[in-house]
Nanobody
Framework: QVQLVESGGGLVQAGGSLRLSCAASGRTFSTYHMGWFRQAPGKEREFVAGITWSGLNTLYADSVKGRFTISRDNAKNTVYLQMNSLKPEDTAVYYC???????????????WGQGTQVTVSS
């Protein structure tokens, strides 16, 4: 099992940057693929980015490609989401997740954090 705790959310102006962190507990973090999802009010939870256990392969939603970067440090049991050039439409609660794949489907992930709010003002 793995427990996930996100941090780093907050309020930022459009065009600004934030870096989210997701700290994992448990000895098997390095064996999990990791993902970031987000959910805006009234909308379904959507995939943002995924990274394989080794960190060698990543996947991004088209809406964030070129602006967001996912990375991980297995020695620190942490996955990151660097968000640049933020837009008001990026406003959402951001969740990290651990699972057996690094794809875009929620069903691939069995463990979820509690989420961190990101608000981008125009």
């Amino acid at each position: 099992q793995v427990q996930l705790v996100e941090s780093g959310g907050g309020l930022v102006q459009a065009g600004g940057s934030l870096r989210l962190s997701c700290a994992a507990s448990g000895r098997t973090f390095s064996t999990y693929h990791m993902g970031w999802f987000r959910q805006a009010p009234g909308k379904e939870r959507e995939f943002v980015a995924g990274i394989t256990w080794s960190g060698l392969n990543t996947l991004y939603a088209d809406s964030v490609k070129g602006r967001f970067t996912i990375s991980r440090d297995n020695a620190k049991n942490t996955v990151y989401l660097q968000m640049n050039s933020l837009k008001p439409e990026d406003t959402a609660v951001y969740y990290c997740a651990a699972g057996a794949a690094a794809g875009g489907s929620l069903r691939e992930y069995g463990y979820w954090g509690q989420g961190t709010q990101v608000t981008v003002s125009s």
